[in-house]
């Protein structure tokens, strides 16, 4: 077998077995296509056999990222890529050893995750007028963003069944495709509420018909990139920082929740993260403020 078969296979398990997202499906190929493609132009053979696949190799193309000048962010990302890819290769007895297993990816800059405050999302929830369709709407999207924590992709993946407005609860889809159950506060509750009232009007007006929550004004389901030109719009008017992005909300909701002393485990699974060391990167930034707080105004300081 070649390696370039042994990808193919590996992406349809991923798909398949694994219920990866297309998105993750994509980010493998793309990796490990790159980390072959390196293989035969130092190899000058038309395939990347069995044989050629070693540790020696995988080092050097992770020197190679280095001189290249990627980011340390990508470089671990490929190197996780040929980790995993190695490893069911190894599982379909195709490898003896996986030769990325000894390797460490570059040790990572800590980045703490943007967040506004609370006035500042204020500012922005009621930024969108209430005086239109696309207002409410833009509104809700919003409102459910910051009282959720969801990412984008699951917000514009939301269907009717999915939301109860009774309980304040949807259950959400979210990476691999496990389900989780994510809260609505009151004020997301009517703002929703009142974007139905539209949602249904909108339908009627362009005959379309779809179980789709967040819609465009031709009736279809809102994509990410859309959220992301209306948020763009109402940071505008809020007068906010134009780098906010959708994910932007799910850091405020984090870190506001732990602010307000939230257990870490249930914010970790209001989230969807499979580990909590990415939910305590949201600790690192309450951490950073309460320091802040005591430098101005403690008094020995």
């Keep these: 077998m070649t390696l370039e078969q042994g990808l193919a296979d590996f992406l349809t398990h991923l798909g398949l077995e694994k219920n990866s997202s297309d998105k993750t499906v994509k980010s493998y190929r793309e990796d490990l296509t790159q980390a072959l493609g390196f293989v035969r132009d130092r190899t000058k053979k038309g395939h990347v056999a069995v044989g050629d696949w070693t540790t020696r190799t995988v080092r050097s193309f992770v020197s190679w990222l280095h001189e290249q000048g990627y980011a340390k962010s990508t470089i671990a990302r490929r190197l996780a890529a040929v980790r995993s890819f190695s490893k069911y290769l190894c599982r379909a007895g195709v490898l003896d050893v996986n030769p990325a297993l000894a390797l460490r990816g570059p040790k990572q800059d800590k980045k703490l995750p943007h967040f506004l405050t609370l006035a500042d999302v204020q500012k922005l929830l009621t930024a969108p007028p209430a005086t239109d369709w696309a207002g409410r709407r833009d509104r809700a999207v919003l409102e459910t963003l910051y009282a959720s924590g969801i990412r984008v992709s699951e917000l514009v993946g939301l269907d009717l069944l999915a939301v109860d407005l009774n309980d304040g609860v949807i259950t959400v889809r979210g990476k691999g495709k ?69 994910h932007t909300l799910r850091h405020s909701f984090a870190t506001h929740m732990l602010d307000a002393g939230a257990d870490i485990r249930g914010v970790q699974e209001l989230l969807g993260h499979k580990s909590l060391a990415t939910t305590q990167v949201y600790t690192h930034v309450t951490t950073q403020r309460l320091q802040q707080s005591y430098q101005k105004a403690h008094p020995r300081a």
Excluded: C, M
Excluded at 182 to 197: H, M, N, Q, R, S
Excluded at 198 to 210: M, W
């Design 178 to 246: 496990k389900e989780r159950l994510a809260l609505l506060g009151p004020d997301a509750v009517k703002a929703i509420t009142l974007w139905y009232e539209d949602r249904s009007a909108l339908l009627a007006r362009t005959g379309q018909e779809t179980e789709a929550v967040f819609l465009n004004n031709k009736g279809g389901r809102l994509t990410t990139r859309s959220v992301g030109r209306l948020l763009s719009h109402h940071l505008k008017v809020a007068g906010l920082d134009p780098r906010t992005s959708p």
